[in-house]
């Protein structure tokens, strides 16, 4: 029986690449033979929509077959599990009602711990390699209890002028979780969506590289650039490996995908 190593993506800055990241560096991995499960802990469902057209993305929120309902019911997530139509990969989805998730969690005895309670047979089985969790773009009692069910934390990051904006809040945030979830680690930082001709870039790159000089927070060696591959495939419910695999974007996300699963193994 192998172990499962559950990684999240969060940043509380929208925008920085959370979901994208989490779809492709997913897809990519269980191309390389990874069993991959892949959970949306976003009520805006777009990994969910990643994979899943409208129609069957709002089946499942109106349907309570969908993250929220589990958590809300602190049920055991195994009969949550959608298949994605892709080799050794399945998907938790989620729901528009997850909106609502603060309120629900806030009168449950150990609320930080409802996620890592729900997905602890899954780990025990080790049905999978990894488990990769999508996080919205907030920091509230929801993404505690997503960092407390992780392993390690990859946050990515705009390689924009604000990009790097709050993402000291992160970190603090993150160094408080860690007192109750002391197993948390942070893998990296991961940039994305570069342009490389904007000069905001290499400020974005020595920011971060600094940090990783000083030992803090490493930083992804891959980044990964603006490619307009990345919306059309998004468009098709689709990885952008399945939608273009000779794409940029794809090479990039493979090599990301190694990376991060390099370092978990370390
Ligand atoms: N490499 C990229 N090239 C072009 N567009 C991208 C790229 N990565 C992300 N995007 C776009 O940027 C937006 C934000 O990305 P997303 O992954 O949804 O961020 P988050 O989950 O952090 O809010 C989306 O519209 C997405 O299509
Ligand atoms: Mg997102």
């Given amino acids: 029986m192998s172990q499962t190593t559950v990684i999240c993506f969060a940043n509380n800055k929208g925008g920085s690449g959370k979901s994208t990241t989490c779809c492709n560096v997913g897809y990519s991995m269980a191309t ?11 009520m805006q469902m777009n990994l969910t929509l990643s994979y899943f057209d409208d129609e ?3 089946g499942f929120a109106k349907s309570g077959e969908n993250l929220y309902t589990a958590i809300k019911e602190q049920r055991e997530l195994t009969p949550y599990i959608r298949p994605t139509g892709y080799e050794n990969l ?9 909106s609502g998730i603060e309120f629900d969690l806030f009168t449950k005895w150990q609320r930080e711990f409802i996620l890592r309670q729900g997905l602890e047979k899954i780990r025990s089985q080790g049905s999978y390699d990894y488990i990769l969790i999508d996080a919205p773009p907030t ?10 069910a992780s ?3 990859i946050i990515p990051v705009e390689a924009s002028p604000w990009g790097l904006f709050g993402l000291a809040n992160m970190f603090e945030f993150t160094e408080k979780v860690q007192k109750m979830a002391p197993g948390l680690r942070i893998m990296g930082t991961a940039v994305t969506k570069v342009n490389e001709r904007k000069s905001y870039f290499r400020q974005t790159m020595e920011n971060l590289e600094s940090m990783d000089a000083q030992g803090t927070v490493p930083l ?8 307009s591959m990345i919306e059309r495939s998004q468009d098709e419910s689709m990885p952008v490996m399945a939608f273009k695999k000779t794409s940029r974007a794809a090479a990039e996300y493979l090599a990301l995908a190694k990376e991060v699963m390099e370092y978990a193994h370390r």
Wanted: glycine share 6%.
């Fill in 32 to 42: 390389e033979g990874k069993r991959v499960l892949l959970i949306d802990g976003d």
């Fill in 151 to 153: 392993d390690f934390l």
């Fill in 139 to 148: 920091l509230g009692c929801w993404v505690i209890n997503i960092l407390c």
């Fill in 220 to 227: 992804f060696k891959t980044y990964i650039r603006v490619d």
């Fill in 56 to 58: 069957t993305s709002l």
């Fill in 90 to 98: 399945d998907l938790i989805p989620s729901s528009t009602l997850m």
